[in-house]
C-alpha cells in the first residue's frame, strides 16, 4: 500500500500548496507550472500541473491526477497500460480500504490482520495526542529559480526540519477555486498524521503571505526525501480535454490504475 499513500500524501501536499497562494489571475485564464523532482534515490523526473477553472491535474510521463472541485470527482489515469479510474472520494476510500484488507489478510491472515488494525488504530491515538510545536523561520535567503525569485523559509515541528520552501509572490494562480472546499476535501481525504503540520494557522499564513513554491526541499530524521525547483511557469489556456481520460483507455479498478499493473 506504500505506493498508493504515497500519491495521495503528495497530491494533498502539492494541492495545499499551490491553491493556497494569492490569487489574482482573471477567470478562464490558467496556469501550466512544470517542476522538476530528485528523489533520495537521485531518480529525476518531470511533472506538470494544469489549475484552471476549478479543476487541478498532476501530470506525469505514465500517470496523470486529477481533481474537479466542482463534481468533486477524482481520476487517476496510465498511460502505461492506457487504463484510467474515476469516482468520488465514497468510491475511493472504500477501494482502498478493500484493497488494504484483502492485501493484508493474504499476507498476514484474518489474526494478523486484526492485530494490524488494533496497532494502527492505538497509533493513531498516540499520534493525536503529541503536542505539534510549529515555528517557521524566514530566512535571509532568496534564490533565482525558473525566472522567478524566490525567498527561503525553513519549517520546523517539534525542534525538527520537515520542510525548506523558496516562495514567490510573483506567481499568483487561479481564484476559480474555492480554497475552503479544497481544503475541506483534502481534510476528509487524508488521514495522514505526518502531513497534519501543513493544516496549521502557522504553515498556512505562510503561503498566503509567501506565495508559489519555487523550490521545496523535504526532510525526515535530518535526511532529505526529495527535492522540487520550478522549470517554468506560464499563463495560458487550457482545452477542457486536458481534463479527462484519453476516449481510447479502458476504465479499471482503483488499484490496477494506481499500482501500474497491466491487465
Not at 500524501?9 to 497562494?21: D, E, G, R, S, Y
Not at 486484526?114 to 497509533?123: G, I, L, S
Not at 480554497?179 to 483534502?186: A, V, W
Not at 502557522?202 to 526532510?219: A, D, H, V
Request: aromatic share 10%.
Amino acid at each position: 500500500m506504500k505506493k498508493e499513500s504515497n500519491v495521495m500524501k503528495k497530491l494533498f501536499h502539492v494541492f495545499i500548496l499551490i491553491t493556497i497562494a494569492n490569487c489574482n489571475v482573471q477567470a478562464q485564464s490558467g496556469w501550466k507550472i512544470i517542476q522538476i523532482t530528485t528523489g533520495s534515490d537521485n531518480e529525476v523526473y518531470e511533472e506538470s500541473l494544469f489549475i484552471q477553472d476549478g479543476k487541478l491535474k498532476q501530470s506525469s510521463q505514465t500517470v496523470d491526477v486529477i481533481i474537479d472541485f466542482t463534481t468533486r470527482k477524482l481520476t487517476f489515469i496510465n498511460h502505461g497500460n492506457h487504463s484510467y479510474w474515476r469516482g468520488s472520494k465514497i468510491e475511493f476510500e472504500n477501494e482502498i480500504e478493500e484493497f488494504s484488507k484483502k492485501m493484508m489478510i493474504e499476507a498476514f491472515g484474518d489474526e494478523g490482520y486484526r492485530e494490524y488494525q488494533k496497532n494502527m488504530d492505538a497509533m493513531k491515538v498516540e499520534a493525536h495526542g503529541k503536542p505539534m510545536d510549529i515555528e517557521i523561520k524566514e530566512e535571509n535567503e532568496s534564490e533565482m529559480i525558473g525566472g522567478f525569485n524566490g525567498k527561503k523559509h525553513s519549517v520546523y515541528v517539534n525542534g525538527e526540519l520537515m520542510e525548506e520552501l523558496w516562495l514567490c509572490s510573483e506567481i499568483n494562480l487561479t481564484d476559480e477555486i474555492d480554497f475552503q472546499i479544497m481544503q475541506e476535501f483534502f481534510k476528509e481525504l487524508s488521514s495522514n498524521d505526518e502531513a497534519a503540520y501543513s493544516d496549521s494557522e502557522e504553515y498556512i499564513s505562510m503561503l498566503k503571505n509567501g506565495g508559489f513554491p519555487i523550490k521545496e526541499i523535504m526532510w525526515s530524521f535530518g535526511e532529505v526525501i526529495n527535492k522540487t525547483e520550478l522549470k517554468e511557469a506560464m499563463k495560458q489556456k487550457i482545452p477542457a480535454s486536458a481534463f479527462q481520460a484519453p476516449s481510447d483507455y479502458s476504465k479499471g479498478s482503483l488499484m490496477d490504475v494506481m499500482m501500474q499493473q497491466e491487465y
